[in-house]
C-alpha cells in the first residue's frame, strides 16, 4: 500500500483520463486549420496537459503490489491458524479497482480476526493460487479458514461486509 494508486478513488482515475481526452479533442478542433505549421500557444498548452493528465491517470490506475506476491508469502499466510479472506485482482481490471476500497475498509474492520491477502494475477504466487483454488476470473475474493480450507468464494464485484461476518463466526471467529 502506500502508493498513490492505493490512495486513490477510481472515479478520480476515470476522471482524470476523460479530461486527458476531452482536452485532446478540443485542441484538436480548435488548432485543426490546415495551413498552420507552428503549434499556437493554445495547442502547446493543450498538449502539456495531455501529457501532464495522462501521466497521473497512468500513476493512479496501477493499485499496486499484492500483499502476497511470492509463492512463499502466499505459503505462509494461509493455513497458519488465521483465517484469510484471498483478494486475487489485476492491475489493469477496472472491477477490482472499483472494489479496492471496500477490501481496505474490511480489511481495517476484521483486523486481527482476519488477515487479507491480495494477490496480483500476475505474479509469481498467482499460479500457486489458481491452481489451489481454481480461479478463473479477477476480482476474486476466497475466504478460507485457519487451515486453508475454502469457507465461501465470490467471483466480481466488492466483497460484502456482512457476509463475511456471518462465514467468519460459522468457523467459529466472533467480533
Not at 41 to 58: E, P, Y
Amino acid at each position: 500500500m502506500g502508493e498513490l494508486g492505493s490512495i486513490m478513488h477510481p472515479a478520480l482515475t476515470y476522471a482524470l483520463v476523460s479530461v486527458a481526452v476531452a482536452v485532446f479533442f478540443a485542441s484538436w478542433w480548435v488548432d485543426g486549420r490546415p495551413d498552420g505549421h507552428r503549434l499556437a500557444g493554445w495547442r502547446r498548452f493543450t498538449l502539456v496537459a495531455q501529457a501532464a493528465a495522462i501521466a497521473m491517470a497512468v500513476l493512479v490506475l496501477r493499485p499496486g503490489r499484492g500483499t502476497h506476491d511470492s509463492p512463499a508469502a502466499f505459503a505462509a499466510a494461509i493455513g497458519n491458524g488465521t483465517p484469510a479472506l484471498i483478494d486475487v485482482y489485476g492491475n489493469w481490471c477496472g472491477p477490482c479497482l472499483i472494489a479496492r476500497p471496500a477490501v481496505d475498509a474490511l480489511e481495517r474492520a476484521t483486523r486481527g480476526r482476519m488477515a487479507v491477502v491480495r494477490v496480483d494475477i500476475e505474479a509469481p504466487a498467482a499460479q500457486l493460487v489458481v491452481s489451489r483454488y481454481g480461479l478463473r476470473a479477477t476480482p476474486t475474493y476466497v475466504l478460507v479458514d485457519g487451515q486453508g480450507t475454502e469457507v465461501w468464494r465470490q467471483v466480481g464485484g466488492s466483497p460484502d461486509r456482512a457476509v463475511i461476518e456471518q462465514r467468519l463466526a460459522s468457523i467459529g471467529v466472533r467480533r
